[in-house]
């Protein structure tokens, strides 16, 4: 009798992580206007409106308007140096949290920066950072959920009309 109530509440617990382990894996919803809204704030950068940026951006948390500007200042080259792409970004999910990773100019091989933005809830902005093209595309084949806006496929030219 002890065997058979053993073998149920091992099965019972098996039962409970699998369901368990299932809700874990499943990431928070998330707002995708959170899409435009980084776009935004990196055509802003673009013009050094750090102030808008960071109004935009409206980050979560215990983050201040002087050290985002630095951190963009010491990080970032290409955001100054041309015309910002607007196109291609992904949203990540590494089991954690979401990563919106825009890069600064039209994807073209394996380097060139990137704006990270990331978002804890899946609503709001709580952080960011800056990593290249590599790191983005290592993010999006290795994490739980990937949303591309627009999908970067490299060696395949966009082209664009002017309106």
């Known amino acids: 009798m002890n065997k058979k109530i053993g073998i149920k509440i091992l099965a019972i617990g098996i039962a409970l992580l699998l369901i ?8 928070p919803t998330l ?29 979560k948390g215990n983050i201040s308007s002087d050290d985002f500007a630095s951190f963009i200042w010491e990080n970032f080259y290409d955001l100054f140096s041309g015309t910002v792409q607007k196109e291609v970004s992904v949203f990540c999910y590494d089991g954690l949290g979401w990563t919106l990773y825009i890069p600064v100019l039209t994807p073209s091989g394996l380097h060139g920066e990137v704006l990270t933005l990331a978002s804890a809830d899946g609503k709001s902005f709580s952080g960011y950072g800056c990593v290249d093209l590599t ?29």
Do not use: H
């Not at 970067?152 to 309106?163: C, G, H, L, M």
């Open 135 to 163: 790191a983005m595309n290592a993010a999006a084949q290795s994490c739980e959920s990937v949303i591309w806006n627009m999908p970067y496929a490299q060696d395949i030219v966009i082209i664009q009309t002017d309106e």
């Open 31 to 59: 707002d995708e206007s959170l899409f435009g809204r980084g776009k935004e704030v990196l055509g802003l950068l673009s013009y050094s409106e750090f102030d808008k940026a960071f109004a935009k951006a409206a980050f």
């Open 20 to 27: 368990g382990g299932s809700a874990l894996a499943q990431s």
